[in-house]
């Protein structure tokens, strides 16, 4: 398997720590970038566009400041050159079912998957 690059925002940090631990024993990954702040992984992306090597990033949908989906609106206005090298995965417990339905209607969003992130159903999304 390939590694891939992941960027991981979450304003858990027990929740950064331990998906960064598990994505790293998985072999998925070697290194995980990771964000309390929706508004500042906006702001590493745009400074790195041009570095940024084919991301996939994990964003959590409920946070202070910027959810998830206030994310997705602001990433919806980087230049697309940016938006062909990332992959979102939103993650969520959330059983509202619009939100189910917001997430799986954004053009941006590959899939909605469920909190606490299994790594098999991402390697299965991945692969």
């Known amino acids: 398997m390939n590694f ?17 631990k598990l994505l790293i024993k998985s072999g998925i990954t070697r290194t995980v970038k990771t964000f309390n702040s929706a508004r500042e992984a906006l702001k590493f992306l745009i400074s790195e566009e041009s570095a940024l090597p084919q991301t996939v990033i994990l964003l959590d ?31 969520s417990s959330t059983i509202d079912s619009r939100d189910i339905e917001k997430a799986r ?23």
């Open 4 to 20: 891939i690059n992941i960027i991981l925002i979450d304003d858990s940090a027990f929740d950064l720590f331990i998906y960064e």
């Open 61 to 91: 949908l409920q946070m202070p400041d910027m959810n998830g989906f206030d994310f997705i609106d602001a990433y919806a206005k980087v230049p697309e050159g940016l938006k062909n090298k990332i992959q979102i995965f939103m993650l």
């Open 105 to 127: 209607s954004s053009p941006y969003i590959i899939d909605l998957l469920p909190k606490p992130l299994e790594i098999e159903v991402l390697k299965n999304r991945l692969a």
